[in-house]
């Protein structure tokens, strides 16, 4: 199938061949029939990426500051292969669209193959076939196209901002800015019985309005504006202004407090910058709020990816909730987005609507794509032809290739002969095929695991997927290199533990510091018989509360996630098991445990003290590792210098981190062409984890 996608580098658009997206739980396979422009934020994204790199930082400072923060983190030249890694990726568009069902998961219930559905969100994009998590779909009445419909997430945020703008029947609105959802919200305000009034800049905006029908719409330069509206209103002032443009300019909102009366709501839809003068939402007590896309549910990973519903008697209107009444809406006649619908541009011309929307080379409003619903299309892409597995030879295939996979496991796989990729989008599967050499991209792992040309599995998905493809790997006989952490549950572990022993496959976690060349210059200093001291401080930094590694069903927190390396790195350089675990948070979050303070008691007499904090100032070290022995005393730092017993110059000097990155996949690589055990044994796989999950019992008291 093709999917519509642009590069971020230069803007360079094309219609590029992928698999079908994965279909995980909870979703919906759609093969679209319509999707719809955003001219607002698609347009805005397009001529960003058109522009040179000095207007794009211009453009995009808080991506500027991130990576100055990467350099001081990664070095320039790393920094600057993450950077271009990002900006050469071919990036998807498109968050509104309609089509067909032609497949659900397994616990959907909703929808059934052959249902017409709007679509909804980051998923929904400009691409012949979509997977779309059930929150984020809603079934098209029979009497409603299929063009129309796939306006309905647009006109979703038109009708979010009216919700909160408390506007009530025989009461009046004013909207600044016509673009589409100006024009969206003039007709539902109208369909609800409030009296809308328009404003607009742009003078062919304003007559494309009357046009639908609206006496009230005033071009924003008109001498005497402010007083009209104000009079139009009785001579008090506007129920509620909805600012529905975009613009840097701060007049929309200066003019919203000059025409509201007393007491009265602005609503905040487009995107404008709110320093606004304060005297006239100081002295009426004007309601300043801001609407957040298509409704409640929008940037909640609970709702849109995990189906939780909000009760419908607390969340009276959910972003589906909203599809669903602008759906019901067009069933019923009480508003018509035909008018709206300006062009329609078959897909393949895709970019020449885009062009038109970037130039603005004639008036336009609902600009849709349609799509030849009759074209057979393929789930799979097909880079090179099958080829023998060797004997000796390491065969791999990758389930998940995001920023970790692609900047840190598979530019140290160089002359690995890589057979499949699948990813959840798709057209980073085809990317990293492309980049790297995949023999193809697949639309499901159980087409990958049937694979008889590999024999290697490396899993870099979200850490709640990583048990069930390392056992599904591993009963398929596969080797596995799975990044951590092995899995989210004790339970999980032991069944691991058992499918292990008994599959031919070898089992790899990727605790990289044990194999850093840092690490083994320190290992051969030890004396193996004789237990060490080991203090390790780890200067994690902050996620936001809200971060999926928080969350204890999709990342199960930073100590299972991130904690679990230095532990096994503690008891590797001890070179014994643990007996005994103490552990305990400052709980500065609620619901994070991301800062603990952990003390290991190994069998041979060994003592390792991790203090895991994310509350450390920037400026210190992300790791500092000091392990003292019969009066002996090492230090790294930054896994860049490692000095012993604290004077004179570093035993040793790297240029940059040494995190053992490119020698764990050698090892394991080599293990496989040898024929020999994995470079972790399952007995020490087994114990780090363990280790790691009686930590976070007593994290937890």
Wanted: charged content about 25%.
């Amino acid at each position: 199938m093709e999917q519509l996608v642009q590069q971020l580098k230069d803007g360079t658009m094309q219609l590029l061949e992928v698999p079908f997206p994965v279909l995980g739980p909870g979703m919906v396979l759609v093969r679209n029939h319509y999707s719809a422009i955003s001219a607002g934020t698609e347009g805005k994204t397009v001529n960003d990426a058109r522009l040179g790199y000095l207007a794009k930082a211009r453009a995009r400072q808080n991506e500027v500051k991130k990576v100055v923060k990467a350099a001081r983190t990664y070095g320039l030249a790393d920094t600057y292969k993450m950077v271009m890694n990002k900006l050469e990726a071919p990036s998807a568009l498109g968050y509104s669209c309609a089509g067909e069902v032609i497949a659900i998961a397994d616990d959907v219930r909703v929808f059934r193959v052959g249902d017409r559905v709007a679509c909804a969100g980051g998923s929904a994009v400009h691409a012949e076939v979509v997977a779309v998590p059930e929150n984020l779909c809603a079934k098209v009445p029979e009497t409603v196209s299929l063009d129309e419909a796939s306006m309905t997430t647009i006109a979703a945020i038109a009708l979010q901002g009216i919700r909160l703008s408390d506007t009530q029947l025989g009461g009046n609105a004013v909207v600044i800015g016509l673009g589409l959802i100006g024009k969206m919200t003039m007709m539902l305000l109208r369909a609800a019985g409030v009296r809308p009034i328009g404003v607009d800049i742009d003078a062919r905006q304003v007559e494309s309005t009357r046009a639908l029908g609206f006496d009230h719409v005033l071009v924003r330069e008109q001498h005497g504006i402010e007083n009209e509206i104000i009079d139009l209103c009785e001579g008090f002032g506007t129920d509620a202004v909805l600012i529905t443009a975009g613009t840097s300019s701060l007049d929309p909102v200066n003019l919203a407090g000059r025409v509201a009366r007393p007491k009265g709501k602005v609503v905040i839809v487009g995107n404008v910058p709110t320093g606004f003068d304060r005297k006239d939402f100081y002295r009426k007590e004007l309601d300043l709020r801001m609407s957040a896309s298509y409704g409640p549910g929008r940037y909640d990973r609970a709702y849109e990816e995990e189906g939780l519903d909000y009760p419908i008697g607390y969340v009276r209107w959910t972003e589906n909730r909203n599809m669903q009444a602008v759906l019901a809406m067009l069933a019923t006649g009480a508003v018509d987005f035909s008018p709206l619908i300006s062009h329609c541009f078959d897909f393949r011309d895709a970019r020449q609507a885009y062009d038109m929307i970037v130039s603005k080379s004639e008036e336009f409003a609902g600009v849709i794509l349609k799509y030849d619903t009759s074209k057979t299309l393929a789930h799979k892409v097909v880079r090179k032809q099958d080829a023998p597995l060797k004997s000796a030879e390491a065969s791999a295939s990758f389930i998940g290739a995001g920023s970790f996979a692609q900047n840190f496991l598979l530019p140290n796989l160089a002359g690995l002969n890589l057979r499949h990729i699948v990813t959840a989008r798709p057209n980073n599967a085809r990317n990293v095929a492309d980049k790297y050499g995949f023999a193809g991209a697949l639309s499901s792992v159980e087409e990958l695991l049937a694979d008889e040309h590999c024999n290697t599995v490396f899993v870099a998905t979200r850490h709640d997927t990583h048990a069930q493809y390392v056992l599904a790997a591993l009963r398929a006989g596969k080797n596995v290199f799975v990044e951590k952490p092995l899995c989210l549950h004790p339970d999980e572990l032991e069944e691991i533990a058992r499918v292990a022993a008994e599959s031919a496959g070898r089992l790899m976690v990727g605790f990289n510091r044990r194999f850093s060349p840092v690490t083994d210059w320190l290992k051969k200093e030890l004396k193996p018989s004789r237990a060490v001291s080991i203090h390790y401080q780890i200067n994690a930094g902050a996620l936001p509360p809200d971060h999926w590694v928080h969350d204890p069903k999709t990342g199960g927190g930073r100590i299972l996630g991130e904690a679990c390396h230095f532990i096994d790195l503690a008891i590797f350089l001890s070179g014994s098991k643990v007996q005994s675990v103490q552990a305990s948070s400052l709980g500065t979050t609620p619901g994070v445990e991301d800062t603990a303070a952990i003390v290991l008691k190994m069998e041979n007499g060994s003592v390792a003290v991790i203090n895991y904090f994310s509350n450390g100032h920037p400026s210190l070290p992300k790791e500092r590792l000091e392990v003292q022995q019969d009066g002996q005393f090492w230090q790294i730092e930054d896994f860049k210098k490692l000095r012993k017993n604290g004077l004179g110059k570093p035993l040793k000097t790297w240029a940059k981190a040494q995190k053992g990155y490119a020698e764990e996949l050698q090892a394991f690589t080599d293990s496989i062409r040898k024929g020999q055990p994995a470079p972790i044994s399952p007995e020490e796989l087994h114990h780090s984890m363990w280790v790691t999950f009686k930590v976070l019992e007593e994290v937890r008291g």
